[in-house]
């Protein structure tokens, strides 16, 4: 059963984790010069796929003893944190376009950035802790997928605006006081296990 809890919740934090981050940037520069419906095709489909492998990841993590897995998810959280608080703005641009607009040039180019920037990125391992932590991987993933669609998509398509009105650091702010809650939360529960 898909807690709806559980899914607006991994929702919530990774919409807010990869906002800031490089991936949106890259798909509103891709967006910008190619159809913006094939770009998402290819971003979608990488995108997914990291989060099978981060719910995958998550889920083997919940073999282990709970106050393990509470202690190393609450690490991971403030270590999250920790890099959203700390990273500098870098807005390096170092995307290849394809020579020409068919679909499959366009959504493997997407494809293929997103495949290769998301790979360990913030967003991934914290799609891990959750799945690890709520021990339900159908809505981690589904949350997680959606949020990085979303995210995705307004880089696409409205990201420029987005960021005109909202504060990139405001945004960066709150998902590290989400994680770092979600982290002494997940450390609390470890030492009173």
Same mark, same amino acid.
């Given at each position: @059963?898909?807690?709806?809890?559980v899914t607006? =919740?991994?929702?919530g934090?990774? !919409?807010l984790?990869?906002l800031?981050?490089k /991936?949106a940037l *890259?798909?509103l520069?891709?967006? /910008?010069r190619?159809?913006?419906?094939? #770009?998402?095709?290819?971003v979608? %489909?990488? !995108? /997914?796929? +990291?989060?099978?492998?981060?719910?995958?990841a998550?889920?083997? =993590?919940t073999?282990?003893?709970q106050?393990?897995v +509470? %202690?190393?998810?609450? #690490?991971?959280f403030?270590?999250?944190a920790? #890099?959203?608080l700390? &990273? &500098?703005d870098d +807005?390096?641009?170092?995307i &290849?376009p394809?020579e020409?607009?068919?679909f499959?040039k366009v959504?493997g180019a997407? !494809?293929?950035?997103?495949l290769v %920037?998301?790979f360990?990125?913030?967003t991934?391992? @914290?799609?891990?802790?959750l799945?690890?932590?709520?021990d339900?991987p159908f809505s #981690?993933?589904i949350?997680a997928?959606?949020?990085l669609?979303?995210?995705a998509?307004l880089?696409i398509?409205?990201?420029k605006a987005l960021m &005109?009105?909202?504060?990139l650091k405001?945004? /960066?702010r709150?998902?590290a006081?989400? @994680?770092?809650?979600l982290g002494v939360?997940?450390?609390?529960?470890?030492v009173a *296990?």
């Open positions: @059963m898909i807690s709806l809890t607006a =919740l991994v929702f934090v990774v !919409f984790a990869e800031p981050d /991936t *890259a798909g520069v891709l967006g /910008t190619y159809r913006a419906s094939y #770009v998402f095709a290819g979608a %489909a990488a !995108f /997914t796929l +990291h989060v099978v492998l981060a719910v995958a998550g889920s083997l =993590l073999l282990l003893p106050q393990i +509470h %202690a190393v998810t609450g #690490v991971l403030l270590g999250g920790a #890099v959203l700390l &990273k &500098k +807005h390096e641009e170092n &290849k394809p020409d607009q068919s499959w959504a997407g !494809f293929t950035l997103i %920037a998301e360990g990125d913030l991934q391992i @914290m799609t891990a802790n799945a690890a932590r709520y339900d #981690v993933g949350g997928v959606l949020a669609w979303a995210v998509g880089g398509i409205g990201g &005109k009105r909202v504060p405001l945004i /960066t709150i998902a006081l989400i @994680m770092l809650g939360w997940s450390i609390w529960e470890a *296990a």
